[in-house]
């Protein structure tokens, strides 16, 4: 009888697949296999001790550091725009006392002061409308009886000259706006004519040209120093 030795190398060697078919991780392989001796905490966890080599998996210590920009918590909650935990790392901002608001705050005596200055200007301006609603009527009985110049008494009243003084300071002042801005309509046309007969560029061209030469003009108000100032 014959005995036959054959050389087989461990890591190549498939027959041990047979015997388990599942695969044991190592991490898995020495969960499975805890020791003999049970663990049993008989005080508090200090700090100093909580990273000391011993049976981890007895225990689990976080240590969250909510005072610190790197603070992370343990499970991480949904994100929550606005949260605190988002706002506990941003730059505090010194508090702004807005004086706005303090002047904004009306005290009774103010709004009582309001109520008696809106109603005596009410008052005038009813005093004054019927006045000129008296006025108006007896300018038009005057009309109706083929009068063409203002009655006497109209011309005596201090308050009606003054009106038509007014009135006339006004007229005046129209007409010199008016005629400003017929002058300004007349400039501009003939700036744009004069633009006009230059195609060789467009009009937004022109413009800016005769702006940067506008800003950049020589100072001539301004002195010169001399050599010997500097």
């Known amino acids: 009888m014959k005995v036959c030795f054959f050389q087989v190398d461990k890591e190549t060697n498939t027959e041990s ?54 603070s992370t918590l343990s499970k991480k909650p949904p994100f929550v725009r606005n949260a605190m ?51 108006k009527e007896q300018l038009e009985q005057a009309q109706g009886q083929g009068e ?23 007229k005046t002042e129209h007409k010199c706006e008016l005629k400003a801005d017929k002058m300004m309509r007349a400039a501009a046309k003939d700036v744009h004519r004069l633009r006009g007969q230059s ?3 467009p009009l937004e061209v022109q413009s800016f040209r005769e702006k940067m030469a506008f800003f950049t003009r020589p100072r001539i108000n301004i002195p010169t120093l001399s050599a010997d100032d500097v």
């Not at 706002?87 to 508090?95: E, F, G, Q, T």
């Not at 608001?101 to 005093?127: F, M, P």
Request: a positive charge; one cysteine or more.
């Open 17 to 70: 697949l047979a015997q388990s078919s599942t695969v044991v991780r190592p991490k898995e392989k020495r969960a499975a296999n805890p020791p003999q001796t049970q663990f049993v905490r008989s005080s508090t966890i200090i700090r100093s001790k909580t990273f000391s080599p011993g049976p981890q998996s007895q225990y689990i210590c976080r240590l969250n550091r909510s005072d610190s920009d790197s």
């Open 199 to 201: 195609r060789k560029e």
């Open 85 to 135: 935990e988002r706002r506990s790392v941003r730059m505090k901002r010194p508090l702004v006392k807005s004086f706005g608001a303090e002047r904004l705050i009306r005290t009774s005596l103010d709004l009582e002061l309001d109520l008696q200055a809106s109603r005596t200007w009410h008052n005038q301006l009813v005093q004054e409308i019927s006045v000129l609603k008296e006025l």
């Open 148 to 170: 063409k110049e203002l009655p006497q008494w109209v011309k005596d009243d201090e308050r009606f000259r003054l009106w038509l003084r007014h009135v006339e300071k006004r």
